[in-house]
């Protein structure tokens, strides 16, 4: 099971626009990213909730997840 620390928001883009957001992750090294994507979206009703929690809107926007892009000799 990964731990709550495991994965760390890189960047968080309108997708594509502000009422969805998409929300790309970094996944360390060693972790199943079919199995780190699938706990995502099992959270994320909870993520969504907590971010609702976070920003005054009248309706928290919708939560997609991605895996980081990992840029090379920039």
Do not use: W
């Not at 079919?34 to 809107?57: F, G, K, N």
């Amino acid at each position: 099971a990964m731990a709550d620390s495991d994965v760390l928001v890189d960047d968080v883009l309108p997708a594509p626009d502000c009422s969805r957001l998409l929300v790309q992750v970094l996944i360390p090294d060693g972790e199943d990213l079919a199995e780190v994507m699938e706990e995502l979206r099992r959270q994320t009703p909870l993520l969504r909730s907590e971010v609702a929690r976070s920003i005054t809107r009248k309706r928290a926007p919708d939560l997609v997840f991605a895996p980081a892009e990992t840029e090379v000799g920039q």
